[in-house]
Protein backbone atom coordinates (compact mmCIF):
# COMPACT_ATOMS: atom_id res chain seq x y z
CA UNK A 1 0.00 0.00 0.00
CA UNK A 2 1.31 3.57 -0.58
CA UNK A 3 1.15 5.24 2.10
CA UNK A 4 0.02 9.25 2.34
CA UNK A 5 0.70 12.72 4.16
CA UNK A 6 -0.48 11.95 8.34
CA UNK A 7 -3.48 14.57 9.09
CA UNK A 8 -2.39 17.29 11.46
CA UNK A 9 -3.36 14.94 14.20
CA UNK A 10 -0.64 12.32 13.53
CA UNK A 11 1.86 15.23 13.20
CA UNK A 12 0.94 16.29 16.43
CA UNK A 13 1.22 12.81 17.64
CA UNK A 14 5.29 12.76 15.77
CA UNK A 15 6.20 16.29 17.41
CA UNK A 16 6.35 14.51 21.15
CA UNK A 17 8.39 11.70 22.51
CA UNK A 18 5.97 8.81 23.36
CA UNK A 19 6.19 8.08 27.57
CA UNK A 20 4.36 4.68 27.32
CA UNK A 21 7.07 1.94 29.15
CA UNK A 22 7.92 -0.44 26.80
CA UNK A 23 6.49 0.22 23.56
CA UNK A 24 8.87 2.40 21.47
CA UNK A 25 6.44 4.86 19.26
CA UNK A 26 9.07 7.89 18.69
CA UNK A 27 10.14 10.39 16.07
CA UNK A 28 12.82 8.99 13.80
CA UNK A 29 16.31 11.03 14.51
CA UNK A 30 16.50 10.92 10.12
CA UNK A 31 14.94 10.10 7.28
CA UNK A 32 16.59 6.57 7.60
CA UNK A 33 13.91 4.67 9.22
CA UNK A 34 15.34 2.58 12.02
CA UNK A 35 13.34 0.87 14.74
CA UNK A 36 13.86 2.51 18.29
CA UNK A 37 13.13 1.46 21.91
CA UNK A 38 14.22 2.64 25.15
CA UNK A 39 12.56 2.39 28.46
CA UNK A 40 11.36 5.44 30.98
CA UNK A 41 12.08 6.39 34.35
CA UNK A 42 8.68 7.13 35.56
CA UNK A 43 9.89 9.28 38.43
CA UNK A 44 11.38 11.68 35.80
CA UNK A 45 7.96 12.40 33.99
CA UNK A 46 5.91 15.06 35.49
CA UNK A 47 1.85 14.69 34.40
CA UNK A 48 -0.65 16.34 34.96
CA UNK A 49 -2.64 17.00 38.28
CA UNK A 50 -5.18 14.65 36.63
CA UNK A 51 -6.60 10.76 37.50
CA UNK A 52 -4.82 8.40 35.36
CA UNK A 53 -6.17 6.23 32.94
CA UNK A 54 -6.41 2.37 33.79
CA UNK A 55 -6.90 0.38 30.48
CA UNK A 56 -8.77 -2.99 31.39
CA UNK A 57 -8.52 -6.36 28.54
CA UNK A 58 -7.13 -9.24 27.01
CA UNK A 59 -4.65 -9.41 24.52
CA UNK A 60 -5.96 -7.37 22.44
CA UNK A 61 -5.66 -4.54 25.26
CA UNK A 62 -2.16 -5.94 26.16
CA UNK A 63 -0.94 -5.22 22.26
CA UNK A 64 -0.05 -9.23 21.25
CA UNK A 65 0.86 -9.12 17.71
CA UNK A 66 2.55 -5.55 17.50
CA UNK A 67 5.45 -5.37 15.82
CA UNK A 68 7.70 -2.36 13.45
CA UNK A 69 5.05 0.08 11.97
CA UNK A 70 6.75 3.31 10.24
CA UNK A 71 4.29 6.00 9.07
CA UNK A 72 5.75 8.63 6.83
CA UNK A 73 4.54 12.42 8.20
CA UNK A 74 5.56 14.38 4.58
CA UNK A 75 9.20 14.99 5.86
CA UNK A 76 10.32 12.34 8.08
CA UNK A 77 9.15 8.95 9.21
CA UNK A 78 7.33 8.39 12.93
CA UNK A 79 8.36 4.88 13.99
CA UNK A 80 5.16 3.49 15.69
CA UNK A 81 6.84 0.39 16.16
CA UNK A 82 5.09 -1.99 19.38
CA UNK A 83 2.54 0.63 19.70
CA UNK A 84 -0.21 -0.61 22.26
CA UNK A 85 -3.33 1.27 22.62
CA UNK A 86 -2.29 2.20 26.00
CA UNK A 87 0.55 3.81 25.05
CA UNK A 88 -1.00 5.61 21.99
CA UNK A 89 -3.59 6.99 24.59
CA UNK A 90 -0.96 8.23 26.86
CA UNK A 91 0.83 9.73 24.08
CA UNK A 92 -2.35 11.47 23.10
CA UNK A 93 -3.51 12.62 26.31
CA UNK A 94 -0.47 13.54 28.11
CA UNK A 95 -1.87 11.44 31.12
CA UNK A 96 -0.37 8.58 32.32
CA UNK A 97 -1.86 5.30 31.26
CA UNK A 98 -1.68 1.71 32.85
CA UNK A 99 -1.72 -1.24 30.63
CA UNK A 100 -3.55 -3.98 32.45
CA UNK A 101 -4.13 -5.96 29.56
CA UNK A 102 -3.52 -9.92 29.85
CA UNK A 103 -3.85 -12.38 26.87
CA UNK A 104 -6.01 -15.27 27.30
CA UNK A 105 -8.20 -13.64 30.29
CA UNK A 106 -11.98 -13.96 30.15
CA UNK A 107 -14.50 -11.34 30.56
CA UNK A 108 -15.22 -13.08 34.67
CA UNK A 109 -11.24 -13.22 34.85
CA UNK A 110 -10.97 -9.22 33.92
CA UNK A 111 -13.89 -8.11 36.11
CA UNK A 112 -12.42 -9.88 39.36
CA UNK A 113 -9.05 -8.15 38.74
CA UNK A 114 -10.55 -4.73 38.18
CA UNK A 115 -12.59 -5.21 41.33
CA UNK A 116 -15.77 -5.52 39.33
CA UNK A 117 -16.62 -9.24 40.76
CA UNK A 118 -15.82 -9.32 44.45
CA UNK A 119 -13.11 -11.94 45.90
CA UNK A 120 -14.16 -13.03 50.00
CA UNK A 121 -11.95 -14.91 52.90
CA UNK A 122 -13.58 -17.79 53.87
CA UNK A 123 -12.43 -17.49 57.62
CA UNK A 124 -11.17 -15.83 60.53
CA UNK A 125 -7.31 -15.44 59.89
CA UNK A 126 -4.49 -13.08 62.35
CA UNK A 127 -1.38 -12.48 60.16
CA UNK A 128 1.94 -10.60 60.78
CA UNK A 129 4.60 -9.88 58.06
CA UNK A 130 6.52 -13.05 59.48
CA UNK A 131 3.52 -15.44 60.04
CA UNK A 132 1.29 -16.49 57.39
CA UNK A 133 -2.44 -17.76 57.93
CA UNK A 134 -3.56 -20.20 55.09
CA UNK A 135 -7.38 -19.38 53.73
CA UNK A 136 -9.68 -20.01 50.36
CA UNK A 137 -10.86 -17.47 48.64
CA UNK A 138 -14.38 -17.36 47.02
CA UNK A 139 -16.28 -15.31 44.48
CA UNK A 140 -19.54 -13.73 45.00
CA UNK A 141 -21.10 -16.93 43.18
CA UNK A 142 -19.48 -18.95 45.51
CA UNK A 143 -16.87 -20.52 43.37
CA UNK A 144 -13.20 -20.91 44.88
CA UNK A 145 -11.09 -18.32 43.06
CA UNK A 146 -7.04 -18.09 42.46
CA UNK A 147 -4.78 -16.31 40.18
CA UNK A 148 -1.77 -16.20 38.65
CA UNK A 149 -0.78 -13.06 39.74
CA UNK A 150 -3.08 -11.37 42.29
CA UNK A 151 -1.67 -7.66 42.34
CA UNK A 152 -3.98 -8.02 38.71
CA UNK A 153 -0.97 -5.75 37.33
CA UNK A 154 -0.06 -8.29 34.46
CA UNK A 155 2.75 -7.06 32.46
CA UNK A 156 2.54 -3.30 33.56
CA UNK A 157 5.13 -1.86 36.08
CA UNK A 158 4.34 -3.39 39.46
CA UNK A 159 7.25 -3.60 42.57
CA UNK A 160 4.93 -5.71 44.53
CA UNK A 161 4.19 -9.33 43.00
CA UNK A 162 1.11 -11.36 44.05
CA UNK A 163 -0.24 -8.69 46.15
CA UNK A 164 -3.74 -7.55 47.47
CA UNK A 165 -5.42 -4.82 49.61
CA UNK A 166 -7.86 -6.22 52.66
CA UNK A 167 -9.09 -3.75 54.94
CA UNK A 168 -6.82 -1.17 53.27
CA UNK A 169 -3.59 -3.13 53.96
CA UNK A 170 -1.12 -4.35 51.41
CA UNK A 171 -0.81 -8.39 51.82
CA UNK A 172 0.94 -11.03 50.07
CA UNK A 173 -0.54 -13.53 48.81
CA UNK A 174 0.43 -16.96 47.31
CA UNK A 175 -1.30 -20.24 46.00
CA UNK A 176 -0.10 -23.31 48.34
CA UNK A 177 0.80 -25.97 45.23
CA UNK A 178 -2.41 -27.17 43.48
CA UNK A 179 -4.99 -27.47 46.98
CA UNK A 180 -6.87 -23.92 45.83
CA UNK A 181 -5.86 -22.84 49.17
CA UNK A 182 -3.85 -19.61 49.14
CA UNK A 183 -1.70 -17.89 51.91
CA UNK A 184 -1.44 -14.88 53.50
CA UNK A 185 0.76 -12.21 54.83
CA UNK A 186 1.21 -8.49 55.53
CA UNK A 187 3.64 -6.99 52.73
CA UNK A 188 6.74 -5.97 54.14
CA UNK A 189 5.93 -2.44 53.13
CA UNK A 190 6.52 1.29 54.45
CA UNK A 191 2.63 1.47 53.17
CA UNK A 192 1.53 -0.94 56.30
CA UNK A 193 3.20 1.91 58.59
CA UNK A 194 4.24 0.31 62.34
CA UNK A 195 1.20 -2.10 61.63
CA UNK A 196 2.44 -5.66 63.09
CA UNK A 197 -0.53 -7.67 63.18
CA UNK A 198 -4.10 -7.95 61.50
CA UNK A 199 -6.85 -9.84 62.27
CA UNK A 200 -9.58 -10.45 59.64
CA UNK A 201 -12.75 -12.03 60.01
CA UNK A 202 -14.28 -14.35 57.82
CA UNK A 203 -16.04 -12.94 54.52
CA UNK A 204 -13.56 -9.80 54.29
CA UNK A 205 -12.84 -8.64 50.64
CA UNK A 206 -9.76 -9.41 49.09
CA UNK A 207 -8.86 -6.02 46.30
CA UNK A 208 -6.18 -6.81 43.82
CA UNK A 209 -3.53 -3.84 43.81
CA UNK A 210 -4.39 -2.56 40.84
CA UNK A 211 -8.05 -2.29 41.25
CA UNK A 212 -7.18 -0.90 44.89
CA UNK A 213 -4.14 1.66 43.90
CA UNK A 214 -6.41 2.63 40.33
CA UNK A 215 -10.07 3.13 41.42
CA UNK A 216 -9.78 6.44 41.00
CA UNK A 217 -8.65 6.30 37.40
CA UNK A 218 -10.50 7.08 34.24
CA UNK A 219 -11.77 3.46 32.92
CA UNK A 220 -10.95 2.24 29.81
CA UNK A 221 -12.57 -1.05 29.14
CA UNK A 222 -12.29 -3.83 26.51
CA UNK A 223 -13.34 -7.86 27.31
CA UNK A 224 -15.47 -10.49 26.47
CA UNK A 225 -13.62 -11.78 23.19
CA UNK A 226 -12.33 -15.06 25.26
CA UNK A 227 -15.70 -15.49 26.50
CA UNK A 228 -16.52 -15.31 30.27
CA UNK A 229 -20.49 -14.33 29.80
CA UNK A 230 -21.81 -17.35 27.80
CA UNK A 231 -22.96 -15.88 25.56
CA UNK A 232 -25.41 -13.63 27.19
CA UNK A 233 -25.06 -9.86 26.53
CA UNK A 234 -26.84 -9.38 29.88
CA UNK A 235 -24.11 -11.02 31.85
CA UNK A 236 -21.50 -9.12 30.16
CA UNK A 237 -23.19 -5.92 30.63
CA UNK A 238 -23.15 -6.69 34.45
CA UNK A 239 -19.72 -7.50 34.67
CA UNK A 240 -18.99 -4.20 32.67
CA UNK A 241 -21.16 -2.63 35.12
CA UNK A 242 -19.97 -4.16 38.30
CA UNK A 243 -15.97 -2.58 37.44
CA UNK A 244 -17.64 0.65 37.19
CA UNK A 245 -19.58 0.90 40.00
CA UNK A 246 -16.78 -0.83 42.53
CA UNK A 247 -14.20 2.22 40.60
CA UNK A 248 -14.52 5.73 41.98
CA UNK A 249 -13.86 6.60 38.62
CA UNK A 250 -13.88 10.07 37.00
CA UNK A 251 -15.58 8.40 33.58
CA UNK A 252 -15.18 5.64 31.65
CA UNK A 253 -15.23 4.32 27.95
CA UNK A 254 -16.75 0.83 26.64
CA UNK A 255 -14.30 -0.12 24.05
CA UNK A 256 -16.44 -2.89 21.13
CA UNK A 257 -14.84 -5.97 20.06
CA UNK A 258 -12.75 -5.90 16.74
CA UNK A 259 -13.25 -9.16 15.85
CA UNK A 260 -15.13 -9.43 12.16
CA UNK A 261 -18.79 -10.35 12.44
CA UNK A 262 -19.20 -13.93 12.67
CA UNK A 263 -15.72 -14.29 13.11
CA UNK A 264 -15.85 -14.34 17.11
CA UNK A 265 -14.99 -17.25 19.61
CA UNK A 266 -17.00 -16.18 22.07
CA UNK A 267 -20.00 -14.37 20.08
CA UNK A 268 -22.47 -17.28 18.98
CA UNK A 269 -25.49 -15.03 17.87
CA UNK A 270 -23.62 -13.50 15.15
CA UNK A 271 -22.96 -14.84 11.87
CA UNK A 272 -20.96 -12.58 9.14
CA UNK A 273 -24.72 -11.48 8.02
CA UNK A 274 -27.77 -10.18 9.21
CA UNK A 275 -30.74 -12.28 9.32
CA UNK A 276 -32.24 -11.01 6.67
CA UNK A 277 -28.59 -12.08 4.58
CA UNK A 278 -27.24 -8.51 4.02
CA UNK A 279 -23.72 -7.80 5.43
CA UNK A 280 -22.93 -6.21 8.26
CA UNK A 281 -20.85 -3.31 7.01
CA UNK A 282 -20.62 -0.27 9.74
CA UNK A 283 -23.95 -1.27 10.91
CA UNK A 284 -23.70 -2.79 14.95
CA UNK A 285 -23.64 -6.53 15.04
CA UNK A 286 -25.92 -7.78 17.74
CA UNK A 287 -23.23 -7.92 20.79
CA UNK A 288 -22.33 -3.61 19.68
CA UNK A 289 -26.22 -3.12 19.58
CA UNK A 290 -26.79 -4.30 23.38
CA UNK A 291 -23.55 -2.46 24.25
CA UNK A 292 -24.71 0.72 22.74
CA UNK A 293 -27.74 0.53 24.76
CA UNK A 294 -26.68 -0.09 27.80
CA UNK A 295 -24.13 2.56 27.79
CA UNK A 296 -24.92 5.25 24.99
CA UNK A 297 -22.46 7.70 24.53
CA UNK A 298 -19.80 5.55 26.31
CA UNK A 299 -19.82 3.08 23.53
CA UNK A 300 -16.61 3.31 21.33
CA UNK A 301 -18.09 0.91 18.28
CA UNK A 302 -14.11 0.25 17.65
CA UNK A 303 -14.55 -2.45 14.83
CA UNK A 304 -16.80 0.48 12.83
CA UNK A 305 -14.42 3.47 13.60
CA UNK A 306 -11.41 0.89 12.09
CA UNK A 307 -13.43 0.63 9.07
CA UNK A 308 -14.13 4.14 8.55
CA UNK A 309 -10.76 6.05 9.81
CA UNK A 310 -7.91 3.13 10.44
CA UNK A 311 -6.12 2.91 6.44
CA UNK A 312 -6.50 7.10 6.89
CA UNK A 313 -4.76 7.44 10.27
CA UNK A 314 -2.02 5.28 9.11
CA UNK A 315 -1.30 6.80 5.68
CA UNK A 316 -2.57 4.31 3.39
CA UNK A 317 -4.66 3.81 0.23
CA UNK A 318 -7.14 1.02 0.27
CA UNK A 319 -7.02 -1.85 -2.14
CA UNK A 320 -9.73 -3.62 -3.98
CA UNK A 321 -9.74 -5.72 -1.09
CA UNK A 322 -9.59 -3.22 1.65
CA UNK A 323 -12.91 -1.90 0.23
CA UNK A 324 -14.70 -4.97 -0.39
CA UNK A 325 -13.56 -6.08 3.46
CA UNK A 326 -15.04 -2.79 4.50
CA UNK A 327 -18.26 -3.20 2.45
CA UNK A 328 -18.69 -6.55 4.56
CA UNK A 329 -17.34 -4.99 8.07
CA UNK A 330 -14.30 -6.71 8.07
CA UNK A 331 -11.10 -4.73 9.25
CA UNK A 332 -8.60 -4.21 6.76
CA UNK A 333 -6.38 -6.93 6.85
CA UNK A 334 -2.96 -4.27 6.78
CA UNK A 335 -4.34 -3.50 10.18
CA UNK A 336 -3.70 -7.42 11.95
CA UNK A 337 -0.92 -9.83 12.48
CA UNK A 338 -3.79 -12.45 12.42
CA UNK A 339 -7.30 -13.11 12.73
CA UNK A 340 -7.89 -11.31 15.93
CA UNK A 341 -5.33 -9.24 16.78
CA UNK A 342 -3.62 -6.25 15.50
CA UNK A 343 -0.35 -4.86 14.40
CA UNK A 344 0.99 -1.70 15.27
CA UNK A 345 -0.79 0.21 12.76
CA UNK A 346 -4.21 -1.24 14.01
CA UNK A 347 -3.25 -0.31 17.79
CA UNK A 348 -2.48 2.93 16.84
CA UNK A 349 -5.58 3.44 15.26
CA UNK A 350 -7.15 2.10 17.59
CA UNK A 351 -5.66 4.43 20.58
CA UNK A 352 -6.53 7.30 18.58
CA UNK A 353 -10.11 6.00 18.60
CA UNK A 354 -10.58 5.98 22.13
CA UNK A 355 -8.71 9.62 22.53
CA UNK A 356 -11.18 11.14 20.21
CA UNK A 357 -13.71 9.06 22.14
CA UNK A 358 -12.37 10.95 25.61
CA UNK A 359 -12.79 14.27 23.72
CA UNK A 360 -16.39 13.99 23.06
CA UNK A 361 -16.96 12.80 26.53
CA UNK A 362 -15.30 15.32 27.94
CA UNK A 363 -12.28 13.80 29.76
CA UNK A 364 -9.26 15.28 28.26
CA UNK A 365 -8.57 17.81 25.42
Known sequence: MKRLGLTLALFAFASNVLLGGQSSCMLSNDDNVQEESYNVDYNTIKYDALPGIACWGDSMMEGVGSEEGYIFNGSEYVDIGYCTTPSVIEQFTGIRTYNFGVAGETSYDIAVRAGGIPVFIDRDITITRKKAAKAYLYDEYGNIYNAEDYSGYGTEQNDYYNTCYINGFLCNIKNVNNSGMVEISLCDSDINGNKKKLSIPANTAVISKAAYEHRNDILVIEMGS?????????????????????SNCA????????????????????????DDGSFIGTGDTYWEAALREAFGEHFLNTRVYLLENGLSDCGFTPSEEDLNNIEMGFIPESLRSDYTHFNAYGYYSKGKAIYLKGVELGYWN
Open 226 to 246: NDGWDNDYSKLILQYKQIISS
Open 251 to 274: GYIIVGDTDNPGESLADYNQSATY
